[in-house]
């Protein structure tokens, strides 16, 4: 198996409290050993033993991986975990892969707020159903959640609106996250990531 990992790689991390969540450039990396810097406010959700969730975008797809933490190495802000990577589970699919997402969320221009209907998600941006007229040279403010009630937060720019066929009030409106957390956009990774994987095996 060709080596998918390598120095100075960026690998999110991801434990038990996804407010924990992190992403950081591989510092050194070994046959089965990775170790990062990790601040100290993101390093209070780790302990030696725990078993994390592990993604990295590489060259044929999205790895995916459950390591274990074997060292945290408070005087140098590191971390260290384990892994096999006879255990690396990869998605042969793009970065910002899309899955179906049937939620209600807000959406407001500042003035107003309206309920939209979401078809699909990414990491990069979602595609939904409205009845507002939405403008392409505006950015509005969403709120939603996934499968937790951790509201996520962010401004997004629609791109593409087109009415729905068989409707004459509905626009389908596809467009990108803009400001979007670095947690937040961990989450949704993470989230997509499970639901291709999920559907992959099915």
């Known amino acids: 198996?060709?080596?998918?990992?390598?120095?100075?790689?960026?690998?999110?991390?991801?434990?038990?409290?996804?407010?924990?969540a992190f992403a950081a450039e591989i510092q050194k990396i070994t046959t089965d050993?990775?170790?990062?810097?990790?601040?100290?406010?993101?390093?209070?959700?780790y302990k030696k033993g725990d078993v994390i969730e592990a993604f990295a975008v590489v060259e044929d797809g999205m790895l995916y991986f459950k390591p274990v933490v074997s060292e945290i190495d408070t005087q140098n802000n590191l971390i260290k975990v384990n892994f096999d990577k006879n255990k690396y589970e990869l998605l042969q699919r793009r970065e910002y892969t899309r899955v179906d997402f049937n939620k209600e969320?807000?959406?407001?221009?500042?003035?107003?707020?309206?309920?939209?209907?979401?078809?699909?998600?990414?990491a990069g941006g979602m595609k939904f159903v409205t009845t507002e007229a939405l403008n392409t040279a505006q950015d509005y403010k969403i709120e939603f959640t996934l499968e937790s009630t951790i509201p996520i937060s962010c401004y997004f720019k629609p791109i593409r609106i087109l009415p729905q066929k068989g409707t004459k009030q509905k626009n389908i409106v596809?467009?990108?996250?803009?400001?979007?957390?670095?947690?937040?956009?961990?989450?949704?990774?993470?989230?997509?990531?499970?639901?291709n994987m999920e559907s992959t095996n099915k």
């Open 1 to 20: 198996m060709k080596k998918l990992l390598k120095k100075h790689h960026q690998i999110y991390f991801v434990p038990e409290d996804i407010k924990g």
């Open 33 to 45: 050993c990775i170790e990062t810097a990790v601040s100290d406010k993101d390093r209070a959700y």
């Open 105 to 122: 969320f807000t959406l407001t221009d500042g003035e107003k707020e309206c309920v939209c209907e979401c078809i699909d998600i990414c």
């Open 174 to 195: 596809s467009g990108r996250f803009i400001a979007l957390k670095n947690i937040d956009k961990i989450a949704i990774v993470q989230f997509c990531f499970k639901k």
